[in-house]
């Protein structure tokens, strides 16, 4: 069976949104792929989070390696996609990146994922580049919420 990776963002959202978006898409695990799980968006720290997905029996990983150095977050609020490009391939290459790449393949062959960072528009953030290369290994299919 092919998998199936959903990716969300949600800049213009409120975590029962998410949250009820995910439901209804059959999202089983929520990997969060920010560099800084913190937010200052109410509920969309690490612990309220995870805690809002657990009522809904959705689980929440946070791989830390996958997110954005500061310097590829900064591109992309510029609207840099070519820089973000370069910085986050870069960033991926470094062995924790690698360990937690391989962690998100693991899951993703397991169970119906979804990725979860900021940006409302998955092609300008680094979910993109992640999918991209899910899809070009797994042969996974692409949802984006």
């Given at each position: ?5 959903v990716t969300i963002g949600y800049e213009r959202a409120t975590q029962a949104e998410v949250v009820a978006r995910l439901a209804d ?19 969309f720290s690490k612990t309220l989070l995870a805690a809002g997905l657990a009522e809904a029996g959705i689980a929440y990983t946070h ?83």
């Amino acid at each position: 069976m092919q998998p199936r990776v959903v990716t969300i963002g949600y800049e213009r959202a409120t975590q029962a949104e998410v949250v009820a978006r995910l439901a209804d898409a059959g999202v089983a695990r929520l990997i969060d792929v920010r560099a800084v799980a913190a937010s200052r968006r109410a509920g969309f720290s690490k612990t309220l989070l995870a805690a809002g997905l657990a009522e809904a029996g959705i689980a929440y990983t946070h791989l830390r390696a996958l997110g954005t150095p500061k310097e590829g977050r900064e591109a992309a609020r510029r609207g840099d996609h070519a820089a973000l490009g370069t910085i986050y391939g870069a960033a991926l290459e470094t062995p924790e990146a690698v360990d937690a790449f391989a962690l998100l393949q693991a899951m993703v062959g397991a169970e119906c994922c979804a990725l979860l960072c900021y940006e409302a528009d998955a092609a300008g953030c680094h979910r993109r580049i992640l999918t991209d290369r899910l899809a070009a290994r797994l042969g996974a299919e692409i949802v984006d919420l």
